[in-house]
């Protein structure tokens, strides 16, 4: 069973370089969200998506678009780098979108943004 | 807003010891509650959580957690802690969406 696969694992861009990370599950889930994670701030919603077509803002999505073409994709795109992106992407997904239904989480994203 | 404090940033307990993890949250209407555990370089595994009725929860791996509406708080405790359960430790609380706010987070360590 794969669940949420996430790629890369590590990532190091300079300041205004753009990149994408991926984000792809295997178990038909409805909704997907990325969180960043900051030392003692826990875990940060940037954006996420309650199905095929339908993306909206999270808590801190400036420097962050989202697309969701796929039920299966839910890519993250950094359009400039800053060094205030350099942070551990996380990306979840859960069957639906009310919060009974349990968030698996991908293995993360290592960002350095110098 | 809604808000999650986890007061203790790092914890540390003897293996076989007990353990009793804190988390204060703040939200306006009834609450979805949540503990997740975070091994190194992994992502985040739902431990437990609490959506109505009995207020004493049962998760995996041996751990529980009462809700106490009264404190705001969502107390996570393990009865006899095993070096395998060192990692971070975070609470959250759903919203409306399943969009979680998350607390700091606890890390614990255990000593042989």
């Known amino acids: 069973n794969a669940g949420v696969t996430q790629t890369p694992k590590f990532q190091v861009l300079k300041t205004g370089q753009s990149m994408t990370l991926q984000c792809a599950q295997d178990m038909n889930h409805e909704y997907m969200s990325w969180y960043r994670q900051d030392p003692g701030m826990g875990l940060r919603l940037i954006h996420y998506?309650?199905?095929?077509?339908?993306?909206d803002q999270g808590e801190v999505p400036n420097g962050y678009n989202v697309s969701r073409s796929t039920t299966e994709d839910f890519p993250l795109r950094l359009l400039s780098a800053a060094p205030s992106q350099t942070s551990v992407y996380f990306c979840?997904?859960?069957?639906?979108?009310?919060?009974?239904?349990?968030?698996?989480f991908g293995n993360g994203t290592r960002l350095t943004v110098t | 807003a809604q808000s999650v404090t986890q007061p203790d940033i790092h914890i540390t307990v003897s293996e076989g010891a007990s353990l009793e993890l804190r988390c204060n949250y703040s939200y306006g209407a009834t609450p979805y509650l949540f503990w997740y555990v975070q091994s190194p370089g992994q992502g985040l595994q739902l431990l437990l959580k609490y959506f109505s009725g009995d207020t004493l929860v049962q998760g995996i791996k041996g751990f529980e957690a009462e809700f106490k509406r009264s404190q705001s708080s969502f107390n996570l405790r393990k009865p006899s802690v095993h070096w395998s359960d060192a990692a971070e430790y975070f609470c959250a609380v759903g919203t409306a969406g399943n969009m979680l706010t998350f607390g700091g987070g606890t890390r614990l360590m255990v000593k042989p």
């Open positions: 998506s309650v199905g095929a077509g339908i993306t």
């Open positions: 979840a997904s859960s069957r639906t979108q009310g919060s009974n239904s349990p968030l698996h």
